[in-house]
């Protein structure tokens, strides 16, 4: 299995954001800073335990410098199950 690194596509398994599709921003020991550029912003990451995450797909993305709206952007085609994705 791969492991959850930084740039990787995560789906949240628990908590308020269970189902949520979130780009991981960094990795501090157990714990990811993961965001989706939407509800959860890059200037205010969520801190979540690497266990309430599994990963979307082998690939990543980068992560430095985005803006929230490139994020939005570049996790749109792993959105296509995700509830919460016609939120504004």
């Known amino acids: ?17 269970k189902g949520r599709i979130m780009a991981v921003l960094n990795v501090e020991g157990r714990y990811a800073l993961v965001a989706d550029g939407r509800k959860r912003k890059v200037e205010k990451p969520k801190r ?21 709206k490139a994020l939005w952007k570049k996790l749109e085609p ?9 939120e504004a």
């Open 48 to 68: 979540k335990k690497l266990c309430h995450l599994s990963l979307l797909s082998d690939a990543a993305i980068e992560v430095e410098g985005l803006t929230n």
């Open 78 to 86: 792993y959105r296509e199950n995700d509830t919460d994705s016609s």
């Open 1 to 17: 299995m791969t492991e959850v690194k930084k740039g990787s596509v995560t789906v949240s398994e628990r908590g308020r954001d």
